[in-house]
C-alpha cells in the first residue's frame, strides 16, 4: 500500500505525457513500422545506397517522412551513422530540402533525448555513455572547456557519435536552451555539408563532394582559433 501511495502520484502527474508519447509512437510505427524495420539494417551498416534504393520506391512525401524521423531517431539509438542517412537524403532530394528534413529531424530528436536523460538524472538514475575512442579523446582535450564548446566541437568533428551529447550535455548541467543553442548551431554544418556531398555525388561530381568536406574542417579550424569571440556571440 505504501508503495502504491508513493508510485501513482508519480504517475498521475506523468499521464497526460506517456499517453501521448505512445500515441505518437503507435501512429507513426502504424505509418512507418515497415519501412524502418528495412531502413534501419541499413543505416546501422552505413549502407547509403540500399537506403537510396529503398527510399526511392517510396512516394516522395513518405520518404521525405522516414528521412526526417530517422534523423531523429539515429540520435536516440546514439551509435547509429548520421551521414549514411544525410548523404542518401543529399542523393535523393535537392542539398536545401534535403538539409531541412535531416535538420529539423535532429533538433527534434536531440532534444526529446536530453529532455528524457535530464528527466532520468533528476530522478535519480544513473546516466553512463561510451563516447567512443575518438570521442574520449575530444573530452580529454575539452575537460576545461565551456560546455558550449564541448557540444559544438563534438557535432562538428566527423566519425564522433553525435549521440552522446545530449548525455555529455546533461552531465555538465548544461539548462535546455542553451544546449538548443549549442545544438543548433554545431550540427548544422556536418548536416549541410552531408547533404550537398550526396547531391554532387548523384552527380558524379566525386571532387567536389570532397571539397565540402574539407571546407567542414576549415570552418572547424576557424571556429576553435576563434573560440573566445563565438562564445561570447553566443551567450
Same mark, same amino acid.
Given at each position: ?9 508519480? @504517475? ?5 505525457? $506517456?499517453?501521448?508519447?505512445?500515441? !505518437? +509512437? *503507435? #501512429?507513426?510505427?502504424?505509418? =512507418? ?51 549514411? @542517412? ?5 542523393? $535523393?532530394?535537392?542539398?536545401?530540402? !534535403? +538539409? *531541412? #528534413?535531416?535538420?529539423?529531424? =535532429? ?72 544546449? =538548443? ?55
Amino acid at each position: 500500500m505504501r508503495l502504491s501511495g508513493t508510485l501513482w502520484p508519480k @504517475i498521475r502527474r506523468r499521464l497526460p505525457a $506517456l499517453v501521448l508519447l505512445a500515441l !505518437a +509512437f *503507435l #501512429l507513426i510505427w502504424a505509418a =512507418f513500422g515497415e519501412s524502418f524495420q528495412k531502413l534501419l539494417p541499413m543505416v546501422r551498416r552505413g549502407d547509403k545506397h540500399g537506403i537510396v534504393a529503398y527510399l526511392s520506391d517510396e512516394d516522395e512525401v513518405g520518404g521525405m517522412i522516414c528521412v526526417m524521423i530517422l534523423s531523429g531517431v539515429q540520435v536516440a539509438s546514439v551509435l547509429l551513422p548520421a551521414i549514411a @542517412i544525410h548523404v542518401a537524403a543529399g542523393v $535523393l532530394y535537392s542539398w536545401w530540402k !534535403a +538539409f *531541412l #528534413l535531416c535538420y529539423t529531424g =535532429f533538433l527534434a530528436g536531440t532534444m526529446a533525448v536530453f529532455l528524457f536523460v535530464r528527466h532520468m538524472r533528476e530522478e535519480g538514475r544513473p546516466i553512463r555513455v561510451n563516447p567512443g575512442n575518438t570521442g574520449r579523446k575530444i573530452l580529454e582535450m575539452l575537460s576545461s572547456a565551456p560546455t558550449m564548446l564541448v557540444v559544438i566541437v563534438i557535432y562538428m568533428v566527423p566519425g564522433v557519435p553525435n549521440g552522446i551529447v545530449p548525455y555529455i550535455a546533461v552531465k555538465r548541467n548544461m539548462k535546455p536552451e542553451r544546449f =538548443f543553442i549549442g545544438t543548433a548551431f554545431g550540427s548544422w554544418l556536418q548536416i549541410l555539408c552531408s547533404c550537398v556531398a550526396g547531391n554532387f555525388l548523384i552527380r558524379g561530381s566525386i571532387i567536389s563532394g570532397i571539397l565540402v568536406i574539407v571546407v567542414q574542417w576549415l570552418v572547424l579550424a576557424l571556429m576553435l582559433w576563434k573560440r573566445e569571440l563565438l562564445l561570447k556571440w553566443l551567450t
